[in-house]
DNA sequence: AATGAATGAGCATTCATTCAT
DNA sequence: AATGAATGAATGCTCATTCAT
């Protein structure tokens, strides 16, 4: 039909359609004739470049949560102090939430109900995932103390799960919170920064 | 066949099933054929006290928000200081997480990820209990502040948000943190009581 | 509820019910339920006057047939001459079509599906029917024959046949004709009549 | 499975297969796991050809209703005089009926009765059909009335209907009448003609 | 006589997956 | 690589019928 669409591409326009379509309605309910639909592609082709179902879940999930961690960590790389640092992730995660992958947040949600029931594999997943998270944020706060930015008492495991509590939290209430959250993540980063100089 | 099960409970066994079946398959992947059985009833007569899947679904959820926000509710209103009463509330949201309700957990994460997709008024129902959550911990904090417990510049909106944020995020942590948080939920609540004094 | 029902008529409530709810739905599709609440009666109460679905909807359709079929035998009984009296016939079944039971249109044709499939026993009753209608048309026409009114050579049979097929024919196309047969009725009357004399 | 089917003849064996069970069951009683057993075909392939099972009766039936239709018109249209045409017409209606499709017999009542209730969209289609009949009828008699054949006060319109109530009379007839009506199909003829050119 | 909760067989429809082309 | 017709297991929901009260 379309010669347009150049072959190399069509694993890439897949995972594209397919996270759009995870994002609006769910693995259970999302169609593989919908995802296959929405790529300009046959539903057999899908299963030509993803095993079935549950691994193109994971390959989008994967995707996503790579750029997500290595958008967040460049920014945070570039900065000098602890503080800055951790003031960087704070604030690309926190911007990220709302700007670059609107999708992202729904995606999240479906990455937690699925785990350990519909796709088997995320739950390990996801560990993975929050302890990469959690690590570089200990990673910096260990860095703070060592500099003498932080208190030398700075618990690091505590402060780091602290501070992945709240920002999974602002996830949620972004989504649930009924308020506009988005004009007060400022506020929460620098609330956060006051706090763990304060432990 | 069985005339052992008192016919007036039967709308509440059928619920307690449910929250079981639902919190271990989720809301998609749970089979009514499932919960009939697991409440000792047939098929048919789920579907004569509850409409369809969705509204059972709903019902649960119902249920259980409006006992997790009682008991926490009537915890914190034992104390006489500002102060008391929301440790309290966060003593007892963060113990109801990990023992009352085991299945809460699950069930938390499956009513996020239904909310706009696969039940409809789940979306509005989140949006009311969250209310009704952070509404609590306002009133709470607008006591302490009248009292001079708290900082009279205490911005109330923003801080009950953040206390929603964390309390939200450490359920989140609970099951993908990989560390076991439990020993934690002490320490969770101690700085955040201090941080609340500090703003 | 309702204390204002007398116990006599709930029979009579119920067929009533019936007939309006197998006229609007079929037989299939007509839910015990709806006649039972047609009849503002427990559906319980409906299978303690009537065996089952079929046994009500045989019930109710001999009813209306009874009636039909005395309403026209009266009104032809009245007159004198076999033209006068066939004429009345013609007439009779003709109103009753479009006034008095306008559910009957519906009732038949539910009744001709029903047979051989839904309902055991419609066929027969349906046979039955046809051959009361076609007897007493048989006859008036016979009586005609011998008072002169008709030809002698006239097949009794198959007039008697014929009228039927036109008159059975016509609650069709008042259905499903488009036209609006109704105001038609008295032509095809006097047509009728018109070919009776002439065979 | 059988690798003796071959593929493109796929949605006749399925078109087929549920004319057959259609017209043995009745359209609420017919069962897709039936129609595609008979079809020799998995229950999804009829999913794959039809919407529904709504659609394939609608499918059956305007399939049923064009062959009868074509076949009638083109014995009719062989013929030079319109007396000559008419008795075509009406020989060619009466013996399908017997003969070619007995189970077009059946489905007719099916049609009847779905009208309205089982399946949305027949009415109008059954609407349709029996305009297209009746049409056909009156360009005969039109055609007939201009050549002199027939009165020139012939009432096309009403006559057209009278035959078309006539032979859909006869169709209950046959089945309803008792008597074995079809010996009796060319005296109907006959007589029908008689009183056309008598009007 | 009447009620209405309970039953459970029955069925249309969906959709992930396969496979011949 | 890609297609899309075919498959068939899976499941939510209906509704006639029963029965304890």
Same mark, same amino acid.
């Given at each position: 039909?379309?010669?347009?669409?150049?072959?190399?591409?069509?694993?890439?326009?897949?995972?594209?359609?397919?996270?759009?379509?995870?994002?609006?309605c769910g693995?259970d309910k999302a169609?593989?004739?919908?995802?296959?639909?929405?790529?300009?592609?046959?539903? +057999?082709?899908?299963?030509?470049?993803?095993?079935?179902?549950?691994?193109?879940?994971?390959?989008?999930?994967?995707?996503?949560?790579?750029?997500?961690?290595?958008?967040?960590?460049?920014?945070?790389?570039?900065?000098?102090?602890?503080?800055?640092?951790?003031?960087?992730?704070?604030?690309?995660?926190?911007?990220?939430?709302?700007?670059?992958?609107?999708?992202?947040?729904?995606?999240?949600?479906?990455?937690?109900?699925?785990?350990?029931?519909?796709?088997? +594999?995320?739950?390990?997943?996801?560990?993975?995932?929050?302890?990469?998270?959690?690590?570089?944020?200990?990673?910096?706060?260990?860095?703070?103390?060592?500099?003498?930015?932080?208190?030398?008492?700075?618990?690091?495991?505590?402060?780091?799960?602290?501070?992945?509590?709240?920002?999974?939290?602002?996830?949620?209430?972004?989504?649930?919170?009924?308020?506009?959250?988005?004009?007060?993540?400022?506020?929460?980063?620098?609330?956060?920064?006051?706090?763990?100089?304060?432990?």
């Open positions: 039909m379309d010669h347009k669409i150049p072959a190399p591409c069509r694993r890439e326009r897949i995972m594209a359609a397919a996270r759009a379509v995870f994002a609006r693995f169609r593989l004739d919908d995802i296959a639909a929405a790529a300009s592609v046959a539903k +057999g082709t899908v299963y030509w470049h993803f095993r079935d179902k549950a691994t193109l879940f994971c390959c989008v999930a994967e995707d996503m949560v790579s750029r997500d961690l290595a958008a967040t960590l460049h920014a945070s790389s570039q900065s000098l102090s602890a503080v800055q640092c951790l003031n960087s992730l704070l604030e690309v995660f926190l911007k990220r939430l709302v700007s670059v992958h609107e999708e992202s947040g729904s995606l999240v949600f479906e990455l937690w109900s699925s785990a350990g029931t519909s796709v088997p +594999g995320i739950g390990e997943f996801l560990l993975q995932a929050h302890k990469r998270w959690r690590d570089a944020i200990k990673r910096i706060l260990e860095d703070g103390r060592n500099r003498g930015e932080f208190s030398a008492r700075l618990d690091l495991d505590a402060t780091a799960s602290l501070i992945m509590a709240t920002l999974t939290g602002t996830i949620v209430n972004l989504r649930f919170g009924g308020l506009d959250e988005r004009s007060r993540l400022d506020n929460i980063r620098q609330r956060l920064l006051l706090a763990v100089q304060a432990w």
